[in-house]
């Protein structure tokens, strides 16, 4: 999705929420994490534009997930398998990630990838709507994490909402969709309403009594909401 933000030639009217030298020192910290099947994926979503969450939320997502001892995960969106790569780390062996996506060939290639990372074992994964998925597999869960199209965000949370066990997580990425959400005239986006779709998803979730909420704004900016 090249008009999103592209570091090279940002779109001046378009927010950096964290400055490009604090983003690259935060880079190299994490380098330590390099495995041959990682680098695969990042360059893979680089030669084509693919909007995966990015070696640091990945990172974040993982200690999320490991710090309320997450064992159920819910996806919604999980393109070819990069943020589920770090959830599923976090799971361990007996902790199962549900991922969806409407595009058969990114379920085909998150198992290429995810059985070379030794993951694939970990993951069930759904072809086709993930919120019709959703109503399919039953149970509550650790975390919901959304990632899907960003109209979809506000429908996303109220499905999600009344399955999160207390103590778990709703974590969403993209809220602050590249400062356009600060905007009074937003700049044009690349698809009419998700602006104001993301906009109408934040308010809702800080407005619940029942979560406790807070955007770290990392790269994007990645809300997370812990059910009381
Ligand atoms: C932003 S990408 C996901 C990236 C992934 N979470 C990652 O970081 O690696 C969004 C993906 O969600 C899929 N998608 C969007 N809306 C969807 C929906 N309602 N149901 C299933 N898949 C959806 C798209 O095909 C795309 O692959």
Excluded at 40 to 58: K, S, T
Excluded at 188 to 208: Q, Y
């Amino acid at each position: 999705m090249s008009d999103l933000f592209d570091p090279k030639t940002p779109n001046p009217s378009l927010i950096a929420p964290v400055d490009a030298r604090i983003e690259s020192y935060l880079h190299g910290l994490a380098k330590v994490k390099n495995e041959p099947v990682l680098l695969q994926m990042e360059a893979l979503a680089q030669a084509q534009g693919f909007p995966i969450v990015g070696r640091l939320v990945g990172l974040f997502l993982e200690v999320m997930a490991k710090s309320i001892g997450a064992t159920r995960i819910f996806e919604f969106g999980s393109g070819y398998g990069y943020s589920a790569y770090w959830f599923a780390r976090a799971v361990g062996n007996d902790g199962q990630v549900v991922c969806t996506d409407g595009d058969a060939k990114n379920a085909a290639m998150a198992q290429e990838f995810l059985t070379q990372a030794g993951l694939w074992p970990r993951i069930d994964f759904h072809t086709g709507i993930a919120q019709q998925a959703f109503s399919t597999v039953p149970g509550e869960f650790d975390i919901c994490y959304n990632d899907v199209d960003k109209d979809q965000y506000p429908e996303v949370w109220q499905l999600a909402r009344g399955r999160i066990r207390r103590g778990g997580l709703y974590i969403c990425d993209n809220v602050l969709w590249h400062g356009r959400v600060t905007m009074a005239d937003p700049v044009p986006d690349i698809r009419p309403g998700w602006t104001e779709a993301i906009r109408e998803h934040n308010r809702l979730i800080f407005n619940d009594p029942a979560f406790d909420t807070f955007v770290n704004p990392t790269r994007d900016g990645v809300l997370v909401a812990r059910r009381k």
